[in-house]
């Protein structure tokens, strides 16, 4: 064999030691990328291939053209075998996938995508009792983190779930059969900066520049009495975010609340910016614009993100399932099953369960003389109570046709000391203003964020231009 040709494994060994490193890391990275049908032939490739290597070397006594420089068998064999063993502890290492859940997913096509090929796991996901949180929580933007063995198989899933406190749905596997727990984790939060350009709608341009669903749901309600997301957006709007993302070991678990936030539509300016306000009975901080006015009122007009009316305000409606003309004292909003139901203002639970044609309803009862009920829906959010307080735009509930109800949809009603209004046209009481105190701490709270707002304006003015 000739000295210093490709086939010379003592010259490689002893002048490029790297190759066989890197070897063992790119076999490990192909076999990471693909199907649970292609890992284990390019498993067993990278086996025969360090064994073909060790054969060959036994058989040959001596790799090098010269007795000086010749090597005994054992210590070749051991040089040889370094490598190989290096590919299979890579090899045997699970493999650790990030996926974020899209609109129109399923919980199997996010599983194949990140190349799981476990039918027992999707099995013990959908008739475990204690898994079934993941199906109650699951929306646009929640990020999984999966980590599989060499053959496709599920090692363990990671799901944050909602709520302040970071709590994850653990999925292991134990020998042939899966555990699920809840757990907490040790997260750190960083504030995030980002901007974007309409072009066709919010969600969409979330979307390109990697914003998560539930910002872009933030920035909704937060500008939704000023702009109508429906109607209003324009080609061309733009808005920046500033925002907390609760990450792990350096990912993103979820997103947390808007820090300070600018859209401009059709030209006008509306910026936000975050208050941690300490008064008395206060739901821990609200929004204020840059010049300190609320910028909320005390009640949402609707109690969901995005619907249509089908039932008005009315004294006088055929009712569709009694078939009867009779007074519609509230809205209905249309609206698919599960859809997320809002509280429209701080309040608390007067009453949660089933009542009449209501069906499964809710009633908050909110400071002074008013009060809201969210009717025929399919179920109530993890641990709502009577009693329990509830801050505005939280979720309560879910959609649903329970009670007197065609079909899938909320019946939303807004009373002032018991007399029924129409929610769409009563005059809103405004959020309480700050002091003078108050206004000077947030000013000092705030000035860092509008300033960011400031630079971040001016930089896309400058790129534009």
Not at 106 to 113: D, E, N, P
Not at 128 to 145: C, E, V
Not at 177 to 183: G, I, L, P
Not at 318 to 346: E, N, Q, S, Y
């Amino acid at each position: 064999m000739r000295k210093g040709s490709l086939l010379d494994w003592t010259f490689l060994q002893t002048n490029c030691p790297w190759i066989f490193k890197v070897k063992g890391r790119i076999l490990a990275q192909l076999i990471s990328r693909q199907s649970g049908y292609y890992r284990p032939l390019l498993a067993a490739f990278a086996v025969v291939f360090g064994l073909g290597a060790l054969i060959a070397s036994s058989a040959s006594g001596t790799l090098a053209d010269s007795p000086d420089e010749a090597l005994p068998r054992q210590e070749i064999s051991e040089q040889l075998a370094l490598p190989l063993a290096e590919t299979l502890e890579s090899v045997a290492q699970p493999f650790i996938h990030e996926e974020k859940f899209r609109r129109g997913d399923s919980v199997a096509a996010l599983m194949q995508r990140a190349g799981v090929d476990d039918e027992a796991a999707l099995q013990f996901l959908h008739t475990d009792p204690a898994a079934q949180i993941l199906f109650r929580q699951l929306s646009p933007g929640k990020n999984f983190t999966l980590e599989t063995g060499p053959h496709g198989e599920l090692e363990r899933l990671l799901f944050p779930l909602n709520g302040g406190e970071e709590r994850v749905l653990t999925i292991t596997r134990q020998a042939d059969r899966f555990m699920a727990a809840e757990t907490s984790l040790p997260t750190e939060t960083r504030v995030m900066t980002q901007a974007a350009e309409i072009r066709s709608s919010l969600f969409a341009a979330a979307d390109a520049v990697g914003i998560p669903d539930a910002v872009a749901t933030q920035l909704a309600d937060l500008f939704g009495g000023d702009i109508d997301f429906l109607h209003d957006l324009r080609k061309g709007d733009r808005f920046t975010v500033i925002y907390e993302s609760i990450t792990y070991l350096g990912r993103p678990v979820r997103s947390g609340r808007i820090l300070a936030a600018e859209f401009i539509n059709a030209g006008r300016s509306y910026r936000a910016a975050w208050f941690a306000d300490d008064r008395p009975g206060s739901p821990g901080g609200a929004y204020y614009t840059a010049d300190g006015k609320p910028l909320r009122k005390a009640f949402l007009r609707s109690p969901l993100e995005f619907s249509r009316i089908t039932s008005g305000f009315t004294l006088a409606r055929f009712h569709p399932v009694l078939k009867t003309w009779r007074a519609h004292k509230g809205i209905d909003f249309g609206a698919p099953t599960g859809t997320r139901v809002k509280a429209t203002g701080d309040g608390v639970v007067d009453f949660a369960g089933i009542q009449g044609g209501y069906g499964k309803v809710i009633i908050l009862r909110h400071p002074g003389r008013y009060s809201t009920l969210y009717g025929h829906l399919s179920a109530f959010a993890l641990g709502l109570r009577k009693g329990k307080r509830v801050s505005q735009g939280e979720v309560i509930g879910f959609v649903g046709a329970t009670g007197l109800a065609s079909g899938p949809h909320l019946h939303y009603e807004f009373r002032i000391d018991n007399a029924y209004q129409n929610p769409l046209t009563v005059a809103l009481p405004g959020a309480p203003a700050l002091s003078e105190i108050q206004m000077a701490r947030f000013r000092a709270q705030a000035a860092d964020r509008l300033a960011q707002l400031d630079l971040i304006r001016s930089f896309d003015l400058a790129r534009i231009d």
